[in-house]
């Protein structure tokens, strides 16, 4: 790590532009050379920013003449509280950049890593924790490098299965708009299509936490077998038992399992996975259901005329898009 770096990183810490990671790194060595933890933690955003600026300085007045300097400089007393002064010398300020450049590595890691799964695509992920994520088609997954001390923070808009390591130290949270999955350890998978009206949060193992960050903060606790769904317009978030939970990550082994599903919302996940348009010429359509097991690899042309067949109905192509047709169901 260059001297230039160093630089880089306190100005974007005082800036408030680090990362969580390295605001930690940094933090944690103001907290380890103070008398006092608890004056830290308590001072004022303004005094704080102005001790860094003035132990900053003393960096850069330290760096400056480190070709020249062949002796100690005096000791600098900087006084940030009251009842609270702390030595901040060369050495000191040596010490906090040599920190810091064997931290280096590690703070690179920290950076976020983005993932983006392409439409008909899938992808499995092994987190720094041991964590396993499989990501369907359409997905985008951000996650740190290296998780920090407290938490393990990532965000999803898409599709993913879990497979938590355990760490009830250090609890697993996916973020994933206004609601968030908080778990120690387990099996779980989370639908949240940024086009989808919501987000669904099926647990096939262990026990985890919705919140969802709306106005009225509303908390559900899953256990197995049970369905977390988020309605966005409604801003509602509630659960219901499910006897088939597994179907719900089937896909992460290449199919999908519909059991008398809305016939749109099997157009929509059709829609979303082979990134085609799909359209009903005939709203009455909307009442049938559909069951059945499919593959991904059989594509959306051969889905299609399978689920059309159940239908009695048909598609046809027109200008890129799908149009099913036909009567219509009486259910």
């Known amino acids: 790590m260059s001297l230039d770096e160093i630089k880089d990183l306190l100005d974007r810490y005082l800036a408030g532009t680090c990362t969580g990671q390295e605001k930690s790194y940094v933090e944690e060595w103001l907290l380890k050379n103070g008398r006092d ?6 001072m004022p955003g303004m005094k704080r920013e102005q001790w860094l600026s003035d132990l900053y300085t003393d960096i850069g007045l330290s760096i400056i003449s ?77 996650c740190p490098g290296l998780f920090n001390k407290q938490t393990r923070d990532v965000y999803l808009e898409g599709e993913a299965y879990f497979e938590v390591a355990p760490d009830v130290e250090k609890p697993f949270i996916v973020h994933t708009g206004k609601l968030s999955t908080k778990v120690l350890g387990t099996h779980f998978n989370i639908r949240a299509y940024n086009s989808d009206p919501e987000i669904s949060v099926a647990l096939l193992e262990g026990k ?18 049970e369905l977390g769904i988020y309605r966005k317009e409604a801003s509602e978030l509630k659960k219901i ?6 179907d719900y990550s089937a896909w992460k082994d290449g199919k999908l399992i519909f059991d008398e ?17 799909v359209d009903l010429n005939n709203t009455d359509m909307k009442r049938c259901t559909v069951t059945g097991t499919f593959n991904y690899n059989q594509g959306v042309d051969e889905i299609l005329s399978i689920i059309c067949i159940s239908l009695d109905g048909k598609f046809r192509k027109d200008a890129g898009r799908y149009i099913i047709s036909g009567e219509g169901c009486n259910n």
Not at 37 to 42: D, G, M, P, Q, Y
Not at 81 to 88: D, H, L, M, P, Q
Not at 111 to 124: C, D, M, P, Q
């Open 241 to 246: 038992t499910v006897n088939s939970i597994a």
């Open 37 to 42: 933890n608890e004056e830290w933690i308590k």
């Open 66 to 142: 480190k070709d020249s300097a062949s002796k100690p400089r005096q000791h600098k007393i900087l006084t940030i509280n009251r009842g609270w002064k702390t030595a901040v010398s060369v050495a000191a300020s040596i010490v906090m950049l040599i920190g810091i450049y064997f931290l280096w590595p590690a703070l690179k890691q920290s950076g976020f890593k983005e993932y983006r799964v392409a439409a008909g695509a899938r992808k499995v992920l092994t987190l720094q924790d041991g964590s396993r994520v499989w990501l369907n088609s359409a997905t985008y997954f951000k």
């Open 261 to 277: 599903a809305p016939v749109q919302d099997v157009i929509n996940r059709l829609s979303v996975i082979f990134n085609a348009k």
């Open 208 to 225: 985890v936490q919705l919140v969802s960050h709306t106005e009225n903060q509303t908390n559900l606790i899953l256990r197995p077998s």
